[in-house]
C-alpha cells in the first residue's frame, strides 16, 4: 500500500519531518518533528512544529505516532509538544537505552537521569511491526550514525532518518559516539535489499553542488544506482575508507550540545531548577 507522505522542511536546520497518512482512512504518523532553538539566546520557538500541527488538525487527521529515526545531534524534537496537542505515542529504538548511557555520562546527569528509555512510549527493536490506520509498518534496526538509527518502512515508504542522503549527497557521517562506519554500510546494504522500487525519504538535505532545489525523495533503485558514496556496487572497504576520511573534516553539528540533552529525553528539556528555571550544560572538551 502507498501511504500518503506530506514534507515539512526546516531551513534553519535542513531537516525534513513527515506527515505519513494512510489512504484509506485519517490515520497518520510524524516522523522526526522539529522544535526550533535559537542557540545565541537560548529560546524555543515552536513554528515548526505548529505547521505540523496545522496541517494535521486542517485535515481532520488521528495522530496514532510520533516517530523518531534516532538521538539527532542536529535539532531539537518537538516530539512532546506535538503530543500534547493532536496525540500519538512517541517511539525510538530500543538501542536509546546505549545512548543515554553514553551522553548521560558526557553530560554528567547523575543518577535521577533514567537510561531505560522509559520517557518513551515505545521501544522498538529489529523486526516489530506496528499499524498506522490499516498501513503496516516495520521496524529496521540501521545503526552506524548512531547505535539506536531506525529506518521506518511504511507501505512502500521508507523513512531512514540520517542514514542515506539523496543520491548525490551521500551518506551520514560516523564520528559521533558509538558511530561506526562499517556498521553504516551494512545497515545501508539491509536497506538496499527493499523492493527497488521503495520509496525513501531522508531526514536532512543540503543540495549537493550543481543542483539549485531541496529535495528529499528518492527510490531504492535511485540509491543503488547512483548514491555517490555508496552506489555502483562500492565494496565496504572503499566506503570505510571514503567515511573515515571524510568525518576527519567535518565540523560538529552547531545544535548538537542542546539536542542531544534534549532528545535523550524523548523532547523534554533537563528538569528545571529549585527555582523553575532549565538549564543545558557545556561540556568542555567532552564531545
Known amino acids: 500500500m502507498k501511504p500518503d507522505v506530506k514534507a515539512f522542511f526546516d531551513t534553519a536546520t535542513f531537516t525534513v519531518s513527515y506527515v505519513v497518512k494512510d489512504?484509506?482512512?485519517?490515520?497518520?504518523?510524524?516522523?522526526?518533528?522539529?522544535?526550533?532553538?535559537?542557540?545565541?539566546s537560548g529560546r524555543t520557538d515552536t513554528k515548526s512544529a505548529d505547521e505540523v500541527i496545522a496541517y494535521v488538525q486542517e485535515n481532520g487527521l488521528e495522530v496514532e505516532w510520533i516517530l523518531e529515526s534516532h538521538v539527532h545531534a542536529d535539532h531539537l524534537s518537538a516530539a512532546p509538544y506535538i503530543q500534547e496537542r493532536v496525540g500519538?505515542?512517541?517511539?525510538?529504538g530500543d538501542r536509546i537505552q546505549v545512548v543515554q548511557d553514553t551522553f548521560g555520562k558526557i553530560f554528567n546527569e547523575g543518577t535521577e537521569f533514567q537510561r531505560d528509555g522509559s520517557q518513551f512510549d515505545k521501544l522498538f527493536k529489529e523486526g516489530d511491526t506496528f499499524t498506522v490506520g490499516a498501513l503496516e509498518g516495520k521496524v529496521l534496526h540501521t545503526?552506524?550514525?548512531t547505535p539506536a538509527c531506525l529506518t521506518y518502512v511504511i507501505g512502500d515508504a521508507a523513512f531512514v532518518g540520517d542514514t542515506l542522503f539523496m543520491p548525490d549527497f551521500g551518506?551520514?557521517?560516523c564520528d559521533f559516539p558509538g558511530g561506526s562506519a562499517e556498521t553504516l554500510y551494512s545497515s545501508i546494504q539491509k536497506i538496499l535489499t527493499l523492493p527497488d522500487e521503495t520509496r525513501i525519504f531522508v531526514g536532512h538535505d543540503y543540495k549537493a553542488p550543481g543542483r539549485d532545489e531541496y529535495a528529499w525523495e528518492t527510490s531504492v533503485a535511485e540509491e543503488k544506482a547512483r548514491n555517490i558514496h555508496?552506489?555502483?556496487g562500492k565494496s565496504e572497504a572503499e566506503f570505510v575508507k571514503m567515511r573515515t576520511e571524510r568525518?576527519?573534516?567535518?565540523?560538529?553539528p552547531k545544535l548538537i550540545?542542546?539536542?542531544l540533552q534534549v532528545n535523550m529525553r524523548a523532547g523534554q528539556m533537563p528538569p528545571a531548577d529549585d527555582e523553575g528555571k532549565t538549564y543545558l550544560k557545556v561540556p568542555v572538551n567532552g564531545l
Open 247 to 252: 568525518d576527519a573534516t567535518l565540523a560538529m
Open 23 to 40: 489512504p484509506g482512512s485519517k490515520s497518520c504518523a510524524v516522523v522526526d518533528s522539529v522544535l526550533d532553538f535559537d542557540y545565541s
Open 171 to 173: 551518506t551520514a557521517r
Open 230 to 232: 555508496i552506489g555502483g
Open 88 to 92: 500519538g505515542k512517541i517511539g525510538i
Open 143 to 145: 545503526p552506524g550514525h
Open 257 to 259: 550540545i542542546p539536542s
